[in-house]
């Protein structure tokens, strides 16, 4: 089992920036990726940004060159660090983590979410 908590929603202006939290907790050892989700209301939950156990990093479109995603180790953090920021990027936000199942698998925990406001 892996327990993930966010932290560092709010509500911010155009153009402003805000940085996401998330600390796993639990089985930890077994984490491969670690990324995060927004759901804006009326819209499907969509990828943000992932980084792997390697440290790799993939962001969608929206997020290239706004956002990075990193990580502390140390601290079983995962953080998202969200700049320039307009109004359609308010969404709930959600912290994702994939572990190995059986054959080449993978089972998603989540996060409780955090809303991120922009307002225009």
């Known amino acids: 089992q892996v327990q993930l908590v966010e932290s560092g929603g709010g509500l911010v202006q155009t153009g402003g920036s805000l940085r996401l939290s998330c600390a796993a907790s639990?089985?930890?050892?077994?984490?491969?990726?670690m990324g995060w989700y927004r759901q804006a209301p009326g819209k499907q939950r969509e990828l943000v940004a992932t980084?792997?156990?390697?440290?790799?990093?993939n962001y969608a479109d929206s997020a290239k060159g706004r956002f990075t995603i990193s990580r502390d180790n140390a601290k079983n953090t995962v953080y998202l660090q969200m700049n320039s920021l307009k109004p359609e990027d308010t969404a709930v936000y959600y912290c994702n983590a994939k572990t190995p199942i059986w054959k080449d698998n993978l089972y998603d925990y989540w996060g409780q979410g955090t809303q991120v406001t922009v307002s225009s």
């Open positions: 639990g089985s930890i050892f077994r984490i491969v990726a």
């Open positions: 980084i792997t156990s390697g440290g790799i990093t």
